[in-house]
Nanobody, 127 residues
Framework: QVHVVESGGGLVQAGGSLRLSCAAS????????MDWFRQAPGKEREFVAA????????MYADSVKGRFIMSEVNAKNTVYLQMNNLKPEDTALYSC????????????????????WGQGTQVTVSS
């Protein structure tokens, strides 16, 4: 059984930073995609960031580009999301999703295509 656990969320003032972590257990991440999504109250879940093999690199939603940085440590089955210059509109539940075999794709996937999801970590940005 695969478990996906996010951590690092919290309450921060606008302009501040947080670093989220997503760790997967129960499966060795060889070719799996581990991507970040978020969902604000009353809104649909939206893509935030993804990381792929070297040719593709990282992908970001336009709303976070230049402020968020995604990284990975494959040996630890872990990905990170460094969030800088946070804005109140970044307030959401941030979740990590795994798509088996998706690491060599050139894009992220529709929400319904991912195989595993974590419970999420809440990020609240005050103005």
């Amino acid at each position: 059984q695969v478990h996906v656990v996010e951590s690092g969320g919290g309450l921060v003032q606008a302009g501040g930073s947080l670093r989220l972590s997503c760790a997967a257990s129960g499966r060795t991440r060889i070719n799996d995609a581990m991507d970040w999504f978020r969902q604000a109250p009353g809104k649909e879940r939206e893509f935030v960031a993804a990381i792929r093999w070297s040719v593709v690199g990282t992908m970001y939603a336009d709303s976070v580009k230049g402020r968020f940085i995604m990284s990975e440590v494959n040996a630890k089955n872990t990905v990170y999301l460094q969030m800088n210059n946070l804005k109140p509109e970044d307030t959401a539940l941030y979740s990590c999703a795994i798509k088996i075999g998706g690491y060599y794709s050139s894009s992220y996937y529709p929400v319904g295509v991912y195989d595993y999801w974590g419970q999420g970590t809440q990020v609240t940005v005050s103005s």
